[in-house]
Structure formats: C-alpha cells, structure tokens
T-cell receptor, first 113, second 113 residues
Framework: GENVEQHPSTLSVQEGDSAVIKCTYSDSASNYFPWYKQELGKRPQLIIDIRSNVGEKKDQRIAVTLNKTAKHFSLHITETQPEDSAVYFCAATQGTGFQKLVFGTGTRLLVSP | DGGITQSPKYLFRKEGQNVTLSCEQNLNHDAMYWYRQDPGQGLRLIYYSQIVNDFQKGDIAEGYSVSREKKESFPLTVTSAQKNPTAFYLC????????????FGDGTRLSIL
C-alpha cells in the first residue's frame, strides 16, 4: 500500500521567512496530493492541492510542487506570518478506482514574530 | 466545514462500554470516512463508505464498527474491544467522482474514565 513520509516533524522560522515542508510517497499510481492545516484542537482544513498532471500550483503565499519521477511533493509558504503557525499534513491517494488518502505524520510549524 | 456535524464534542467511556460517535453531513457527498488522530500523530483511517449500505475497513478497524443506512449519516461505534480508545476522532466526506478533497468535521475527543 501507499506510504507517505513527511519532513521535518518540526520547523521554526522567523516572521517573513519562507518555510518548506517535503513529502515522499511510494505508490506510483497516486494522482492527487492535498495539503491540510490543522490548528490546535481544530479540524484539518484544506489549504492547497495538486493533481498529477500538474507540476506546480500557487495560491498567494502558498505553493505546492510535484516531482512524479522522484515521487515527492513539497509545500512552500513565503512571507510567513504568526498565524501560519499550525500543524501541516500532506496526503496522497492510494489505489485505483475509489481512492483513499494516506496522510503524512505532520509538520509543526512555528512562526516567531 | 459547516456541512459536517460531529457530536458530541467530548465523550467519556467507562470500562466495558460501547459508545457511538455521530457524523451528519448536508454536502450531498457520497463518500464518508472516519479517522483516528493520536497526539502528535497523523490521521489513520478506521472505516470508509463509498455509498449508502456499503462500507469497508480502513487500516485500524479492529474494535470499531460503523453503519451507513442513510447518505447523510455515518456513525462510528467504539466497542469495548478497543482497549486504547483515547483519541481525537474525525469524520470526513468527499465526492465519489475521481480524486477529490476530503472535508472534515470538528471532531470528537474521546477519553476513558
């Protein structure tokens, strides 16, 4: 089955710096890669996603890149702000037909003022 | 997401007791999911349902049961066979057509008395 590894587990940056979180996946059939942000005690919220026919997608300060050959994808946050502090999860689809999501173990991002 | 309601927000279970967590949605999504989240961990899939009257085991189904009698509802029962039930339980829904983002409810925090 699919295995998704996420690094780093914690990331501390200064306000205004960039942050990069990386994930690798094992299933070459994976074709959808969402990223979720989860604040303490709250539900995960989708912040950006990318499909396998696209190499990069950007939404304001957030971007995701996908390298299908290397089976890795990354989340890039520019001009970080304290409100970006949260846990971020990557995920990848597993299987053919009806596809489940397999989640990474999360990255705790701390943005210091 | 506003269209997914989980209840209760907090739940306490006594030894040998079964408890049921509710998940209701008005997004008209066919697919529904239950995840378990332990502190500092990612999301692990317990059960999922693609359509009414059908459901499949996820990665950690032992000690749990579900039903899907209505499109809007996907309750999860944590049985006494689940020896370590303390966790944050998240319900999610998605469209069944192709890889689609999953939308999460606000979760239920279950603890042992």
């Amino acid at each position: 089955g699919e295995n998704v590894e996420q690094h780093p587990s914690t990331l501390s940056v200064q306000e205004g710096d960039s942050a990069v979180i990386k994930c690798t996946y094992s299933d070459s059939a994976s074709n959808y890669f969402p990223w979720y942000k989860q604040e303490l005690g709250k539900r995960p919220q989708l912040i950006i996603d990318i499909r396998s026919n696209v190499g990069e997608k950007k939404d304001q300060r957030i971007a995701v890149t996908l390298n299908k050959t290397a089976k890795h994808f990354s989340l890039h946050i520019t001009e970080t702000q304290p409100e970006d502090s949260a846990v971020y999860f990557c995920a990848a689809t597993q299987g053919t037909g009806f596809q489940k999501l397999v989640f990474g173990t999360g990255t705790r991002l701390l943005v210091s003022p | 997401d506003g269209g997914i309601t989980q209840s209760p927000k907090y739940l306490f279970r006594k030894e040998g007791q079964n408890v049921t967590l509710s998940c209701e949605q008005n997004l008209n999504h066919d697919a529904m999911y239950w995840y378990r989240q332990d502190p500092g961990q990612g999301l692990r899939l317990i059960y999922y349902s693609q359509i009414v009257n059908d459901f499949q085991k996820g990665d950690i189904a032992e000690g749990y049961s579900v039903s899907r009698e209505k499109k809007e509802s996907f309750p999860l029962t944590v049985t006494s066979a689940q020896k370590n039930p303390t966790a944050f339980y998240l319900c999610a829904t998605s469209s069944r057509q192709g890889p689609q983002p999953q939308h999460f409810g606000d979760g239920t925090r279950l603890s042992i008395l």
